[in-house]
Every structure is written in C-alpha cells, then in structure tokens.
C-alpha cells in the first residue's frame, strides 16, 4: 500500500483553509496556461472568468488530496480496522485493487476499486472526494 497526495484536512475548517490558500496557485497556472496558449490581453479578460480560476482550485485542492493505494484486501482491512467510518464504495468488488480517502469531518472514507490502472482511479477518487464532501464546505 503507498500513499500520493498531501491534503488530509481535518475539519471543515481546515479544509476551507487549505482551499483558500490555493487560490494564488490556481491564478497563477490559470494565467500561465493562457500565455501558454497566446491569448493576448483582451481574449484573456474576456475568457479567463473568476469560474475558470475556481475551476483550476477545485482541481488543485482535490488532485492534492491524499489517497491510500493498495488491494482490495488491504482496503477491507482497513474498513474493518476503523468501523466508526461510513464506507462510499465506488465500483465493483470483483477487482484486486482499490483507492480510498478518509473524511474525518464527515466520519467517512470514499473508496473506488479498479483492476490495472491506478492513476485513473486516483483521479476518480480524488473527484468523487471532492464533489461528495469537499465541495459544501470550501
């Protein structure tokens, strides 16, 4: 089992904090992004909305995220280690492996299963995370 990401926020607040603080590093990328793409000043005001730029924070905060990486078994062991924790189970149990992303705020772990690629599964998570339970509060 590894685990990728940093942000593991404790509370709401927190979690609204660390959101926050992402707002320069959303600009930043945003702006670079579209000098990246040549916009000229004017196609820049008028394409570059304060919704882009909260976009680009939603995907910062959630692909920051920590998430445990492991097997399916790994992730039951875990269930059952901590059965204070309401389980969101996404996909199917018939895989080897799977992600998850405990909520401590929310007394909850989000979990996806996949059979061989990771990545896409970390992504996934990290999404559903983001929009289930992070999305209220930040």
């Not at 660390?18 to 600009?27: S, T």
């Not at 919704?51 to 910062?60: C, F, G, S």
């Not at 895989?95 to 992504?123: C, I, K, L, R």
Request: some cysteine; proline content about 4%.
């Amino acid at each position: 089992m590894d685990e990728r990401g940093f942000l593991a926020p404790e509370t709401p607040e927190e979690a609204a904090d660390q959101y926050r603080e992402l707002g320069p590093a959303a600009q930043t990328v945003t702006r670079e992004t579209a000098k990246a793409m040549e916009f000229d000043r004017e196609e820049y005001r008028e394409r570059v909305t304060s919704d882009v730029v909260e976009t680009a924070r939603d995907a910062l905060f959630a692909s920051l995220l920590e998430v445990s990486v492991g097997t399916y078994a790994e992730f039951e062991s875990f269930c059952e280690a901590h059965p204070d924790l309401d389980v969101y189970e996404n996909g199917s149990t018939e895989v080897e492996n799977a992600v998850w992303h405990v909520v401590p705020f929310e007394d909850a772990v989000v979990a996806a299963t996949y059979q061989n690629e990771p990545e896409a599964a970390v992504g996934t998570l990290r999404r559903i995370a983001h929009g289930k339970f992070y999305s209220e509060v930040v």
